[in-house]
């Protein structure tokens, strides 16, 4: 009996071996599993992270979840299929496609069989929709609603960024190139905020990076195999290991510095760096039309005032120059309508709609458009009815608006004859209604904010006629103190945007000249938006100067016989007197006001305007005056200058001050204020300073090298002594003008400090060194906490998975 259990248990020790080591061949499988696994959910985080900047261009947050679902499919299907075993080529493929299937349930699931599965009709809805995001994104402003077209290109976009990172990280193995593809986001949503992106946007795509270069870090190091800690193991500390511990602390280092690069880049950009290069004279800066609210801020706002082109007029009265109409309004933004592709400018353009038939005068125009300047569309007073160019130009009759055909406005010369409009009070003031050829320059949504209507109601109170209502709301915005002009306000025309311009009753040209014509359309006037230039700067012999900051916007609103004429509400400060044909005399505007509490408006009749350069025969002013003088921020920028320099300096006096306060009357705690505040100096000064010294070793030292005379030798053992008294005695006795001997001491320490030390402690005084390192202390710390907090939990969860796993023990042997 004993023989056979001795047999049974070597077959049992005989077995054992074979099976443990199948466990562990299981168990590095499932490692390699987990670690394969770790890393496509890490991508697919760091992919869905890299995509929330784009929250900061929209309206709404509806297409967040189907991008997360997007970038889940994506990880998902490479993950399953590597692990089948599909050639590495056919993975990409796959994912495409499902990301292909995902946007089609989302915008086209009513035209797939059983939601999903494509048709022909199925493709072309894809395009369509695909199309409509791109008409979005050139049309509207930063925040843009999220229509299904931009739904499409977002959760598409997400779903690429996704494709890109998994295929880069997981399969190629190259994480640090898939930063590419995680900045993406990033950098369109900063290439579409005129006003610049805010800096916490770029943490989520940087944290989810540095999380990818980590998790791949740790994969690879775990291949190599580790040599666990003795020491750990019999203290029962888990071990942080180094090279994560260090790779985190350089981690949160480099985000942090990536975060402040992107917030000082454009100062350095443009005001340290200077202009990029270029011809032109406008240091290679290229002014766009490609979405005209959009460009219109991004001139105004732009640092360099750069030349866009000159026009010489044949007549003395100066012409704004039109780029674009906008006769659209949709309750989000005014844009452009769906218009057809109408005969080449090769004669004369049609009568301007609405224009009586009469002799009205001509003007000649030479225009030379810059290297700075791009735009398919053509820069033109108004009306036009010649216009001699090279290329394929096209107009829109009812705006006449000229666009190329694949072509460019830069750098062109070109002739125009526009006829010189200055319609009456009379003729304006008795014009007939409006024909139906402009019913569409009425329409508005089916809801606008109850502050427009009332506001323009209460605007136009009294006036008889469609002419002196319009007249009326100009009046209104352009009343001293109602209005104010900041290029900094927030662009935007739908219904909160406009509530909060009209309360805050600040803004820029775009949203004066669209609220007033909405308020147009509203009291049934039909109005629209024009995009482009003022005047420019008068410049001699019939030349103008127009800049991009003379970038503008303003209403034409509609009457029988005079056409489309320009009114000008934004505030005379800007672009000087409104045109003459707009003032109705002697017409006193009503001043509503958006707040009730506010102060009543004082009504005045006349409106200061910058003086026109009449002996010059200049027009209307331009929104551009001539540079001031550099000198104040010349003078500005030296004293910025030198209070940053200061600053270490003033910071280190604020510290000493407050180390002084907190002593109080407690003898002890002063002598040790005044010990530091020699330390400090000695330091300074470049002197050596033992902490582990006795204070009278050390002061002998000091006088030693600071070359003490013997006033300051004996003020120096007073303040040794009352040192000795605070550290050593039972009840340290008080020491009358302590502050006033050290301060003494201190100066002679730094007047037998160097020129080059002097300056340093200037530049950064000791107490500020001490205080970085004792911050970098604190730091360390910190990350030490959390490294070791993180290691006990992972510890413990892996014990307590291990326990889990582990078979129960065989019942006793009888």
Request: aromatic content about 8%; overall charge negative.
């Given at each position: 009996?004993?023989?056979?259990?001795?047999?049974?248990?070597?077959?049992?020790?005989?077995?054992s071996a074979p099976r443990r080591r199948r466990e562990r061949t299981r168990g590095e499988l499932m490692s390699s599993l987990s670690a394969h696994g770790r890393l496509t959910i890490v991508a697919a985080v760091a992919a869905w992270l890299s995509v929330l900047p784009l929250f900061a261009i929209t309206q709404t947050d509806d297409w967040i979840v189907p991008a997360a679902i997007g970038v889940a499919l994506v990880a998902g299907t490479g993950y399953v299929l590597r692990k089948l075993g599909v050639p590495a080529l056919l993975v990409p493929i796959a994912q495409l496609a499902v990301v292909t299937l995902w946007l089609g349930v989302l915008v086209a699931n009513d035209v797939a069989l059983l939601g999903f599965i494509?048709?022909?009709?199925?493709?072309?809805?894809?395009?369509?929709?695909?199309?409509?995001?791109?008409?979005?994104?050139?049309?509207?402003?930063?925040?843009?609603?999220?229509?299904?077209?931009?739904?499409?290109?977002?959760?598409?976009?997400?779903?690429?960024?996704?494709?890109?990172?998994?295929?880069?990280?997981?399969?190629?193995?190259?994480?640090?190139?898939?930063?590419?593809?995680?900045?993406?986001?990033?950098?369109?949503?900063?290439?579409?905020?005129?006003?610049?992106?805010?800096?916490?946007?770029?943490?989520?795509?940087?944290?989810?990076?540095?999380?990818?270069?980590?998790?791949?870090?740790?994969?690879?190091?775990?291949?190599?195999?580790?040599?666990?800690?003795?020491?750990?193991?019999?203290?029962?500390?888990?071990?942080?290991?180094?090279?994560?511990?260090?790779?985190?602390?350089?981690?949160?280092?480099?985000?942090?510095?990536?975060?402040?690069?992107?917030?000082?880049?454009?100062?350095?950009?443009?005001?340290?760096?200077?202009?990029?290069?270029?011809?032109?004279?406008?240091?290679?800066?290229?002014?766009?039309?490609?979405?005209?609210?959009?460009?219109?801020?991004?001139?105004?706002?732009?640092?360099?005032?750069?030349?866009?082109?000159?026009?010489?007029?044949?007549?003395?009265?100066?012409?704004?120059?039109?780029?674009?109409?906008?006769?659209?309004?949709?309750?989000?933004?005014?844009?452009?309508?769906?218009?057809?592709?109408?005969?080449?400018?090769?004669?004369?353009?049609?009568?301007?709609?609405?224009?009586?038939?009469?002799?009205?005068?001509?003007?000649?125009?030479?225009?030379?458009?810059?290297?700075?300047?791009?735009?398919?569309?053509?820069?033109?007073?108004?009306?036009?009815?010649?216009?001699?160019?090279?290329?394929?130009?096209?107009?829109?009759?009812?705006?006449?608006?000229?666009?190329?055909?694949?072509?460019?406005?830069?750098?062109?010369?070109?002739?125009?004859?526009?006829?010189?409009?200055?319609?009456?009070?009379?003729?304006?003031?008795?014009?007939?209604?409006?024909?139906?050829?402009?019913?569409?320059?009425?329409?508005?949504?089916?809801?606008?904010?109850?502050?427009?209507?009332?506001?323009?109601?209460?605007?136009?109170?009294?006036?008889?006629?469609?002419?002196?209502?319009?007249?009326?709301?100009?009046?209104?915005?352009?009343?001293?103190?109602?209005?104010?002009?900041?290029?900094?306000?927030?662009?935007?025309?739908?219904?909160?945007?406009?509530?909060?311009?009209?309360?805050?009753?600040?803004?820029?040209?775009?949203?004066?000249?669209?609220?007033?014509?909405?308020?147009?359309?509203?009291?049934?006037?039909?109005?629209?938006?024009?995009?482009?230039?003022?005047?420019?700067?008068?410049?001699?012999?019939?030349?103008?100067?127009?800049?991009?900051?003379?970038?503008?916007?303003?209403?034409?609103?509609?009457?029988?016989?005079?056409?489309?004429?320009?009114?000008?509400?934004?505030?005379?400060?800007?672009?000087?007197?409104?045109?003459?044909?707009?003032?109705?005399?002697?017409?006193?505007?009503?001043?509503?006001?958006?707040?009730?509490?506010?102060?009543?408006?004082?009504?005045?009749?006349?409106?200061?305007?910058?003086?026109?350069?009449?002996?010059?025969?200049?027009?209307?002013?331009?929104?551009?005056?001539?540079?001031?003088?550099?000198?104040?921020?010349?003078?500005?920028?030296?004293?910025?200058?030198?209070?940053?320099?200061?600053?270490?300096?003033?910071?280190?006096?604020?510290?000493?001050?407050?180390?002084?306060?907190?002593?109080?009357?407690?003898?002890?705690?002063?002598?040790?204020?005044?010990?530091?505040?020699?330390?400090?100096?000695?330091?300074?000064?470049?002197?050596?300073?033992?902490?582990?010294?006795?204070?009278?070793?050390?002061?002998?030292?000091?006088?030693?090298?600071?070359?003490?005379?013997?006033?300051?030798?004996?003020?120096?053992?007073?303040?040794?002594?009352?040192?000795?008294?605070?550290?050593?005695?039972?009840?340290?006795?008080?020491?009358?003008?302590?502050?006033?001997?050290?301060?003494?001491?201190?100066?002679?320490?730094?007047?037998?400090?160097?020129?080059?030390?002097?300056?340093?402690?200037?530049?950064?005084?000791?107490?500020?060194?001490?205080?970085?390192?004792?911050?970098?202390?604190?730091?360390?710390?910190?990350?030490?906490?959390?490294?070791?907090?993180?290691?006990?939990?992972?510890?413990?969860?892996?014990?307590?998975?291990?326990?889990?796993?582990?078979?129960?023990?065989?019942?006793?042997?009888?």
């Amino acid at each position: 009996m004993g023989a056979a259990r001795a047999a049974a248990a070597g077959r049992a020790g005989g077995g054992s071996a074979p099976r443990r080591r199948r466990e562990r061949t299981r168990g590095e499988l499932m490692s390699s599993l987990s670690a394969h696994g770790r890393l496509t959910i890490v991508a697919a985080v760091a992919a869905w992270l890299s995509v929330l900047p784009l929250f900061a261009i929209t309206q709404t947050d509806d297409w967040i979840v189907p991008a997360a679902i997007g970038v889940a499919l994506v990880a998902g299907t490479g993950y399953v299929l590597r692990k089948l075993g599909v050639p590495a080529l056919l993975v990409p493929i796959a994912q495409l496609a499902v990301v292909t299937l995902w946007l089609g349930v989302l915008v086209a699931n009513d035209v797939a069989l059983l939601g999903f599965i494509p048709t022909t009709d199925w493709a072309t809805r894809l395009v369509d929709v695909f199309q409509e995001g791109l008409d979005v994104t050139s049309t509207y402003v930063a925040p843009i609603p999220v229509p299904r077209g931009i739904l499409m290109l977002v959760v598409g976009g997400a779903g690429l960024v996704a494709l890109l990172v998994d295929a880069l990280a997981v399969w190629l193995r190259r994480v640090p190139l898939a930063g590419v593809p995680l900045a993406a986001c990033y950098g369109v949503a900063a290439s579409v905020m005129t006003i610049g992106l805010d800096w916490w946007w770029f943490l989520p795509p940087a944290a989810g990076f540095l999380a990818l270069l980590v998790s791949e870090g740790r994969t690879r190091v775990a291949a190599w195999g580790r040599s666990a800690s003795p020491s750990a193991r019999r203290s029962g500390i888990p071990e942080t290991d180094s090279l994560a511990r260090n790779g985190r602390r350089v981690g949160a280092v480099a985000l942090a510095v990536a975060v402040a690069v992107p917030g000082i880049a454009p100062v350095l950009t443009e005001g340290v760096l200077g202009p990029g290069r270029g011809g032109g004279g406008g240091g290679g800066q290229t002014i766009r039309t490609d979405n005209p609210i959009i460009d219109l801020q991004r001139n105004l706002q732009r640092r360099e005032n750069v030349e866009v082109l000159r026009y010489t007029s044949s007549v003395e009265q100066a012409a704004y120059i039109r780029i674009v109409t906008l006769d659209v309004f949709d309750g989000e933004e005014w844009k452009t309508s769906d218009r057809p592709v109408p005969d080449s400018v090769s004669s004369e353009l049609p009568w301007p709609q609405g224009l009586d038939q009469a002799d009205w005068p001509v003007a000649d125009y030479d225009i030379r458009v810059t290297e700075n300047f791009s735009s398919s569309w053509l820069p033109l007073p108004y009306p036009a009815r010649t216009i001699d160019i090279e290329g394929d130009w096209r107009y829109h009759a009812p705006t006449l608006d000229v666009v190329a055909d694949g072509d460019d406005v830069r750098a062109r010369s070109y002739n125009v004859q526009s006829l010189v409009l200055e319609p009456t009070v009379d003729a304006l003031s008795s014009a007939g209604p409006p024909s139906d050829d402009v019913d569409a320059m009425l329409e508005l949504p089916d809801e606008l904010p109850p502050l427009v209507t009332e506001l323009a109601d209460e605007a136009t109170e009294g006036a008889a006629n469609d002419f002196e209502r319009a007249a009326a709301l100009q009046r209104w915005f352009r009343q001293p103190g109602n209005f104010e002009y900041d290029i900094e306000a927030r662009g935007g025309h739908n219904g909160d945007a406009l509530v909060e311009f009209l309360n805050d009753r600040r803004g820029y040209c775009e949203q004066f000249a669209a609220t007033m014509a909405i308020m147009a359309r509203y009291l049934g006037i039909p109005a629209r938006v024009a995009v482009g230039f003022t005047t420019g700067t008068y410049q001699g012999n019939g030349t103008y100067l127009v800049r991009s900051h003379d970038s503008h916007a303003w209403p034409e609103l509609y009457f029988e016989g005079s056409g489309w004429v320009r009114f000008e509400p934004t505030p005379a400060t800007i672009t000087g007197t409104a045109p003459e044909w707009t003032e109705v005399p002697n017409q006193a505007p009503n001043v509503p006001n958006a707040d009730p509490t506010a102060p009543e408006q004082q009504p005045s009749n006349t409106a200061p305007a910058i003086p026109r350069d009449d002996q010059l025969g200049g027009g209307a002013a331009s929104g551009e005056q001539d540079p001031p003088s550099q000198w104040p921020l010349i003078v500005l920028g030296a004293l910025a200058l030198l209070a940053f320099f200061a600053t270490p300096t003033v910071a280190a006096r604020i510290g000493r001050e407050l180390r002084w306060r907190r002593a109080a009357d407690d003898p002890g705690a002063l002598a040790e204020a005044a010990w530091a505040d020699l330390r400090e100096s000695a330091r300074d000064a470049g002197h050596p300073w033992d902490p582990a010294a006795t204070p009278r070793v050390t002061g002998r030292r000091l006088a030693a090298a600071a070359s003490l005379d013997d006033d300051d030798h004996e003020l120096l053992d007073h303040l040794v002594g009352a040192v000795e008294q605070a550290r050593y005695a039972r009840r340290p006795a008080p020491v009358e003008a302590l502050r006033e001997d050290t301060a003494m001491v201190r100066r002679s320490i730094a007047r037998s400090a160097s020129a080059g030390r002097r300056v340093q402690a200037f530049l950064l005084p000791t107490r500020l060194r001490d205080s970085a390192v004792e911050a970098n202390r604190r730091l360390v710390d910190g990350f030490d906490w959390i490294d070791a907090t993180g290691e006990r939990l992972r510890t413990s969860v892996a014990a307590a998975a291990t326990r889990r796993r582990l078979p129960a023990p065989p019942p006793p042997a009888e």
